[in-house]
């Protein structure tokens, strides 16, 4: 009797398990609003509801209480404001689609040719030995790209700007 417990608890885990990362995969980015059940000016207490932080990152808090940045293993990090309110997510794995199918690992000109060349681009300071580093960043769309060696590193989802 104990083993068909056992075994239930097992395949329950599995289920759960499945069940998770699939809800995870249909996660969609949100332009300007979020990434799948997370948005923008959520507070932190809501997010850690869900979330799964990151052990082997380096969490910023700043006065080592108020959130700043946390990444999680769920697919995101994210930048909380000094009221501890999301404004900022960044995507950083592949399978979380933006409306026009950008993901993680794209190639730069998948999105360009998707959202055209509305952007205010900036290149990031790297070193010499390594790919060069830029963010594309869509305004009015609240939607930006940090792309790595012509590859799509991180979707991010900002504040709508005119």
């Not at 996660?27 to 990151?54: A, I």
């Not at 390594?130 to 799509?152: A, D, R, T």
Request: aromatic content about 12%; hydrophobic content about 40%; some cysteine.
């Amino acid at each position: 009797m104990r083993k068909i417990y056992v075994g239930i608890f097992l395949l329950l885990s599995v289920v759960l398990t499945v069940s998770a990362a699939f809800a995870q995969n249909a996660w969609q980015v949100r332009s300007g609003e979020g990434v799948g059940p997370y948005s923008l000016g959520m507070s932190f207490n809501e997010c850690e509801k869900t979330l799964h932080r990151d052990k082997n990152a380096d969490q910023v808090f700043v006065r080592r209480k108020q959130p700043f940045w946390i990444y999680y293993t769920d697919g995101i990090q994210i930048n909380y404001d000094h009221f501890g309110k999301v404004i900022q997510i960044f995507v950083d794995k592949p399978g979380i689609l933006t409306d026009k199918g950008i993901q993680v690992g794209d190639p730069q000109d998948k999105f360009m040719t998707a959202y055209g060349r509305g952007f205010v681009s900036h290149e990031l300071p790297t070193a010499k030995s390594q790919p060069k580093q830029s963010v594309y960043v869509y305004k009015n769309l609240g939607l930006g790209f940090q792309v790595e060696g012509g590859i799509v590193k991180f979707i991010i989802v900002t504040p709508k700007h005119n």
